[in-house]
């Protein structure tokens, strides 16, 4: 059997967004064994991946290095195809001996692969995803096999299991609703997001538009302080519940799947609602590397919406610029046509 290991060993989103990748590959060589190298952070959510077989994880200790590279090599990979070049990345596959090595053509390190794509993913012309399944693509045309293209969701969670956990969350609401707005207002360090006190307007502004809808405020670990300060600021009579992860990334995939709309900044929560189609709305920052069409979640068309500073503003990356008062205008305009 032919074996692939694919690299995407960065953060919790961008790790969300290779799964269109991941999806294409298997559907595209079914018959072949597909491993992913992640970081111990993000192996619950590649072994919840129905198209990875297996997990290595990735320790960056220097003094692990050469027992990770020891056990990459005893795979015998026929092929190693990195998402995202570094020059750590490209060092493990070569190293490790592995024959194919594909990556795209950025930096010197790009000499270390023995293919390379060029993308130009500075440029920020399409979706980060797009990006991914390019290489795939790539791969695909290269081995001369039918290119399979891949559809939302990606993350299907039982529906049964989503109603048990949406009825629980329900039931710890201080009034009867029977819509879940979720809101993660922490940035998980990566991006900019709003603050505090633009959240707690936004979730007063929609409390009076839609009385049938309650709030979920959720934390990552690290977040659980911002949440606490959200719910502080929010008046008693808006139904809302603190939702902190105790149960690990799987449980909170599953909890997310069964949101209404899930709020954010450019997160890795939010890309984990946006591979479950779930309907979301994402801030961010203006700047290029970080558009709202180069992190664009893995939604179906027309199920995301996105806000960011005014473009005329002297900081691309002033989220208080954001008018939460236009930004509640235009989100009754897109929850209107979900049926709202």
């Known amino acids: 059997m032919r074996k692939i290991l694919i690299v995407r060993n960065d953060k919790i989103g961008d790790f969300m967004l290779a799964w269109p990748s991941f999806?294409?590959?298997?559907?595209?060589?079914?018959?072949?064994?597909?491993?992913?190298?992640?970081?111990?952070?993000?192996?619950?959510?590649a072994e919840l991946c129905p198209w990875i077989d297996n997990v290595i994880v990735d320790n960056t200790d220097k003094t692990q290095q050469a027992a990770l590279i020891n056990n990459i090599k005893a795979e015998n990979y026929s092929d190693y195809i990195c998402l995202f070049s570094t020059t750590r990345n490209a060092q493990l596959g070569r190293k490790a001996k592995i024959g194919y090595r594909l990556?795209?053509?950025?930096?010197?390190?790009?000499?270390?692969?023995?293919?390379?794509?060029?993308?130009?993913?500075?440029?920020?012309?399409?979706?980060?995803?797009?990006?991914?399944?390019?290489?795939?693509?790539?791969?695909?045309?290269?081995?001369?096999?039918?290119?399979?293209?891949v559809n939302a969701p990606f993350l299907?969670?039982?529906?049964?299991?989503?109603?048990?956990?949406?009825?629980?969350?329900?039931?710890?609401?201080?009034?009867?609703?029977?819509k879940l707005c979720f809101i993660h207002a922490g940035s998980g360090g990566s991006a900019n997001n709003l603050s505090i006190e633009q959240y707690a307007q936004l979730i007063s502004l929609l409390s009076e538009q839609y009385t049938e809808m309650g709030f979920i405020l959720t934390a990552g670990?690290?977040?659980?302080?911002?949440?606490?300060?959200?719910?502080?600021?929010?008046?008693?009579?808006?139904?809302?519940?603190l939702y902190e992860s105790t149960q690990g990334l799987v449980?909170?995939?599953?909890?997310?799947?069964?949101?209404?709309?899930?709020?954010?900044?450019?997160?890795?929560?939010?890309?984990?609602?946006?591979?479950?189609?779930?309907?979301?709305?994402?801030?961010?920052?203006?700047?290029r590397s970080a558009t709202p069409l180069?992190?664009?979640?893995?939604?179906?068309?027309?199920?995301?919406?996105?806000?960011?500073?005014?473009?005329?503003?002297?900081?691309?990356?002033?989220?208080?610029?954001?008018?939460?008062n236009l930004v509640m205008?235009?989100?009754?305009?897109?929850?209107?046509?979900?049926?709202?």
């Not at 999806?23 to 959510?45: F, G, R």
């Not at 000499?111 to 290489?135: G, I, W």
């Not at 529906?159 to 329900?170: F, T």
């Open 23 to 45: 999806a294409m590959l298997k559907k595209s060589m079914p018959n072949t064994q597909i491993d992913a190298l992640v970081p111990a952070y993000t192996k619950p959510l």
């Open 221 to 241: 670990p690290g977040e659980e302080a911002q949440a606490k300060q959200l719910q502080l600021l929010l008046d008693e009579r808006v139904p809302c519940y």
């Open 294 to 324: 180069r992190w664009k979640p893995l939604n179906s068309e027309g199920r995301h919406i996105a806000f960011i500073p005014p473009t005329n503003d002297k900081s691309q990356e002033d989220m208080s610029s954001i008018d939460i």
């Open 156 to 178: 299907d969670v039982n529906n049964a299991l989503k109603l048990k956990i949406k009825n629980s969350l329900l039931q710890k609401l201080n009034k009867p609703v029977n």
């Open 329 to 340: 205008q235009n989100l009754q305009s897109f929850l209107q046509t979900h049926h709202f």
């Open 103 to 149: 990556a795209p053509a950025t930096k010197w390190a790009q000499f270390l692969f023995t293919d390379r794509l060029k993308q130009r993913r500075s440029q920020s012309a399409k979706p980060e995803f797009e990006y991914n399944l390019d290489l795939i693509r790539h791969f695909l045309s290269k081995n001369k096999k039918p290119i399979v293209e």
């Open 251 to 287: 449980s909170f995939c599953q909890t997310i799947s069964c949101a209404d709309i899930f709020i954010a900044g450019s997160t890795g929560p939010l890309h984990i609602a946006g591979a479950a189609d779930v309907l979301t709305a994402g801030f961010f920052p203006a700047k």
